[in-house]
């Protein structure tokens, strides 16, 4: 037990937090302050993200200690006002290279899903799958962002909270962590027995579905914003003809008659003075 808590939490996990925070931290003052005396042009700009990724790559793999988890903390820690993300939303070149690389990944791992092995005999029934999506897509992230998001400076009002809350995909990450797993296990030749047959299949299935819902969750979302918009422009567009609709008609042809008949005097003088 001791070794576990100063090997595993202690070294790999809290050192590749402190590190990640730190190096994300230095990493963003110091593209704020190039940034703002212009000692950085744009492409240098664009390309430093790889290059911090690379670079707690490198430190991580000498010191032995978690790089995705690194490089996941260092990441929000330089996007953590926001800043470098308005810097960088209309560039395109991250859009690019994660939809690349999402889409070969997703390719493989839709050829790797192990759909035979969800049966009874491996006590993965269809429904425990469906409910376990359901509690992991409800109970991962939502509630922790609604206890901590007057911490954090991105998330401003209770719509970003939602949706920080709810959109959170399950991808590569999983995948490789349930892969080291299951090598982990054989290379230390520990018997896990049933857990070391399910825990790919079950991961597999939250990725599905975490990809399934979320891929569903942004159409949706855009679609609810252009109705809405589309019915309030509409509403505004009838409002004029509502209210001329609703003039009191009585009262408007008695002031046209009266006016009418005010008018017919002044009229008549005229014609006769020509």
Not at 43 to 61: K, M, N
Request: aromatic fraction near 12%; hydrophobic fraction near 50%.
């Amino acid at each position: 037990m001791g070794a576990w808590m100063y090997a595993t939490w202690a070294y790999q996990i809290l050192m590749s937090v402190c590190i990640g925070t730190l190096v994300g931290y230095i990493a963003r003052i110091a593209l704020q302050y190039s940034e703002r005396f212009r000692w950085v042009d744009r492409e240098s700009f664009l390309s430093s993200s790889v290059t911090l990724t690379l670079l707690l790559v490198g430190i991580c793999t000498i010191l032995g200690t978690d790089d995705i988890l690194c490089c996941f903390v260092a990441g929000n820690s330089l996007s953590w006002n926001d800043w470098f993300r308005i810097e960088i939303e209309d560039m395109g070149l991250q859009e690019t290279l994660n939809a690349m690389l999402s889409v070969a990944f997703f390719i493989y791992f839709g050829a790797v899903i192990p759909w035979s092995e969800y049966s009874e005999a491996n006590m993965l029934h269809p429904w425990r799958i469906v409910v376990l999506i359901v509690l992991v897509m409800v109970l991962r992230r939502l509630p922790a962002m609604v206890v901590l998001y007057k911490f954090i400076p991105a998330v401003r009002t209770w719509y970003d909270v939602l949706f920080a809350g709810w959109f959170g995909p399950i991808g590569v990450s999983a995948v490789f962590y349930a892969v080291e797993t299951v090598k982990q296990l054989d290379e230390h030749n520990v018997s896990a027995g049933q857990v070391q047959k399910t825990v790919f299949p079950i991961v597999s299935a939250l990725v599905f579905g975490s990809v399934l819902v979320h891929g569903v969750s942004i159409p949706l979302v855009l679609m609810g914003k252009h109705v809405g918009t589309t019915m309030a422009r509409t509403q505004s567009n009838e409002l004029p003809f509502r209210i001329w609709s609703r003039r009191p008609k009585a009262d408007s042809d008695n002031e046209c008659d009266k006016q009418t008949a005010d008018d017919s005097p002044n009229l008549e003088i005229a014609h006769t003075q020509t």
